[in-house]
């Protein structure tokens, strides 16, 4: 089975087209270094819109510092084909945006090593919303995975409300992963 961990001499044939078609008006573009920016205020948006929604609330600080180690990751990710990113526009406009980052599990007896990939960060401005952004991008997301290898696709929890039946109606089985906090 391919790997979906691409190697250097992979990336060329792991890059996705700069463009991707799917239904008008909106359009996917596969994410570049310039658009961490734009991919690291989308997850802080999307962890602040989070915590409004369940009464939470995140210290300044502490989204401070995961903005700027997100950056990192997708500064060291992005273009080694461990991270992909899709931005969703509407003409000019960016509506939304949702990455994948693919985990290094450790192989499992009789089969071959997991190809797990985490998909994360998944944001639509809020004007744009319930219009099928996200659920194009979720589905570029597993249309990637599944042709570059991975075997499953992760998310961080249960999802949001308002991401739980999208992310249901693809076929996730939600449930809080089994986890301890340290
Ligand atoms: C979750 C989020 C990304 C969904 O984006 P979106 O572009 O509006 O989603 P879509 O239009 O593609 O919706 C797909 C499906 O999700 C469901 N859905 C979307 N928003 C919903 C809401 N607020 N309440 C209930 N179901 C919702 C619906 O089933 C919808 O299908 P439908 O339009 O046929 O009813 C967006 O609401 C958002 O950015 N929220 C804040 C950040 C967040 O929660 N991110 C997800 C983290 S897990």
Redo the contacts with the bound molecule.
Sequence with gaps: MRGCIPRASKLLALRLKREIAVSDPITLLEAVGGDIPLLVD?RR???E??AE?EGKHFAPADLDTMAKDYAAHLQAHLGDGLVWGWI?QLGEEV??S?VVSILAYPPVPGSPPEHTALL???????Q???????????EAAIASCRENGCNRIV???????????????VGFKLSESSQLML
């Design positions: 989308h948006r999307m962890f819109d989070w929604a969703a509506v939304g949702g994360h960060s998944m944001y639509t401005v809020p744009y919303r319930r219009r099928g952004v996200a659920r194009q991008i979720t998310l961080g929890g249960k999802g949001t409300e308002a991401g739980r039946p999208l992310y249901e109606s």
